[in-house]
């Protein structure tokens, strides 16, 4: 071997053969490991995610009825053709969803991030008010339904009460069709405590010498909540508007309980997960039902999607040297 082809020649193959075989044991060894540790999160992704999500796809291509003697039929895509040419409860139910979706997620977020702002302040007490104000999200949701019911009782509720107080008219929340939305939107805003925290965190995150740069050019708390915090904050900001867009296209314990399996009056109150509920449990119509439910996995993808490709636009990822 050459003077040249010795300078190029790579350490590791002038290493013993059983050097070489050692350390690839060793590499394999920690290969080994590291999979064992992940094995019980492996086993519960193919359990409970992947393999439902399999047979959700081919159950939507049938018509399989729940029974002692059920099958499942192939049917192709004839559960998707009734779900757009002949179901007028699958339009009814989309949009009352995005009804509630375009009022509750922006007034949620806006109002945890106001209280969060105003928590993140240095008060004696502030830490019995951020634990009064997280509360009502640990309250069980089916418990907080049942006591909205009574406040929203159209002759003895709270709410309509105090209408009356301040010499208002009184609203049938739950038996007028244009009242059962705004109804579920007001409830919605009772567990803003979780993303409150989220909040919190992030504002108590952000440099003070920030805040002290302002300062020294004369800002005031404007120009301080609008150069410094908001573009801080918005990936927290992001973060809670995308969780808030998946769970709200998933409201269903709050209305079910309040409005009944028919979403209300005129069914102003029927969202998406309660008409796939309906078929699936009531109506026992299994292959419509898991048609139904792959279409709003499309919906909430596409809704992500678009929501993390604008979010270039206005989201702020800064780093130390940015600052």
Known sequence: MTSQSLATASPAAELPLTTRLLRLLQKRRSWFIGYLFILPWLVSLVLFDVIPFGMNLYLGTTSYSV?????????????????????????????????????????????????????????????????????????PIVASSVIFLWMFNARFGAINQLLLAFGLTPVRWLSSPDWVKPAMVIVSLWGFGAQMIIF????????????????????????????????????????????GLISGFQVFTIAYIMLGPNGGPLQSGLFYMMHTYNNAFRYFNMGYASALSLVLFVIIFVFTILMVWTSNRWVYYGDESDM
């Not at 499942?72 to 757009?84: D, L, S, V």
């Not at 007034?107 to 928590?119: E, N, P, Q, S």
């Not at 440099?207 to 573009?231: F, N, S």
Request: aromatic share 12%.
């Open 67 to 139: 029974g002692p003697v059920a099958s499942a039929q192939f049917t192709g895509f004839a559960n998707y053709e009734r779900m757009f040419t002949q179901d007028d409860l699958f339009g009814k139910s989309l949009l009352n969803t995005l009804w509630y979706l375009a009022a509750s997620v922006p007034l949620t977020v806006t109002l945890a991030f106001i209280i969060a702002l105003l928590l993140n302040t240095n008060v004696r007490g502030v830490g019995i008010f951020r634990t009064i104000y997280y509360i009502p999200s640990v309250v």
């Open 200 to 243: 919190l965190a992030a504002l108590q995150s952000i440099p003070e010498h920030l805040y002290e740069a302002v300062a020294i050019d004369g800002g005031g708390l404007w120009r301080r909540l609008r150069h410094v915090t908001i573009p801080l904050m918005t990936p927290t900001i992001f973060f809670n508007l995308l969780i």
